[in-house]
T-cell receptor
Framework: QKEVEQNSGPLSVPEGAIASLNCTYS??????FFWYRQYSGKSPELIMS????GDKEDGRFTAQLNKASQYVSLLIRDSQPSDSATYLC???????????FGQGTTLQVKP | DAGVIQSPRHEVTEMGQEVTLRCKPI?????LFWYRQTMMRGLELLIY????????DSGMPEDRFSAKMPNASFSTLKIQPSEPRDSAVYFC????????????????FGEGSWLTVV
């Protein structure tokens, strides 16, 4: 079983819709989770982090964490063409300093 | 802060040649990571250092790859000899001290070194 599972997509949504990106992980010890956004030809950049069960909102972005189900998601409200990118979820591996990344989901927001 | 600085940004080299990629982490960060990204395999961790000491190099594909961190502000990733299958984007990243079990560390990526081996 892979440590992090993401649907590679592409996920296509119309402008203004809600985009829902999902990630499952295998490490029950993990306490924190991260969503990175990567534009084509660029490096990953952190957009959200979440440490507690439930929802965390930041502008148009909402991260949702369910530790019992080992599931984390990212909702993007009012999707814009500028949100078109690959979204990577990540978590620390055990009690180490390293982050394990999923394969990423490619999001396409169509005008 | 200038962020994580990598060089070269782009490199095209011939098979068999030595390639050296360089990285300057963010000042004060004591973790440094080397990742490789390809379409097929995604973002893979090659090796990471804590306080200049290599902690986990299990992701290094083979003996042709080596990494060093002689001081807190500089690291290199070397491939010798290079092969076409090494063509990828190599990212260096750094992070501040990690608090196990409580708060995960946020890592910051450099802009990457785009390597093509022909």
């Amino acid at each position: 079983q892979k440590e992090v599972e993401q649907n590679s997509g592409p996920l296509s949504v119309p402008e203004g819709a809600i985009a829902s990106l999902n990630c499952t992980y295998s490490d029950r010890v993990s306490q924190s989770f991260f969503w990175y956004r990567q534009y084509s030809g660029k490096s990953p950049e952190l957009i959200m982090s979440i440490y507690s069960n439930g929802d965390k909102e930041d502008g148009r972005f909402t991260a949702q964490l369910n530790k019992a189900s080992q599931y984390v998601s990212l909702l993007i409200r009012d999707s814009q063409p500028s949100d078109s990118a690959t979204y990577l979820c990540a978590f620390p591996s055990g009690n180490t300093g390293k982050l394990i990344f999923g394969q990423g989901t490619t999001l396409q927001v169509k005008p | 802060d200038a962020g994580v600085i990598q060089s070269p940004r782009h490199e095209v080299t011939e098979m068999g040649q030595e390639v050296t990629l360089r990285c300057k982490p963010i000042s004060g960060h004591d973790y440094l990571f080397w990742y490789r990204q390809t379409m097929m395999r995604g973002l893979e961790l090659l090796i990471y250092f804590n306080n200049n000491v290599p902690i986990d190099d299990s992701g290094m594909p083979e003996d042709r790859f080596s990494a060093k961190m002689p001081n807190a502000s500089f690291s290199t990733l070397k491939i010798q000899p290079s092969e076409p299958r090494d063509s990828a984007v190599y990212f260096c990243a750094s992070s501040s001290p990690f608090t196990p079990g409580l708060v995960g560390n946020t890592i910051y990526f450099g802009e990457g070194s785009w390597l093509t081996v022909v």
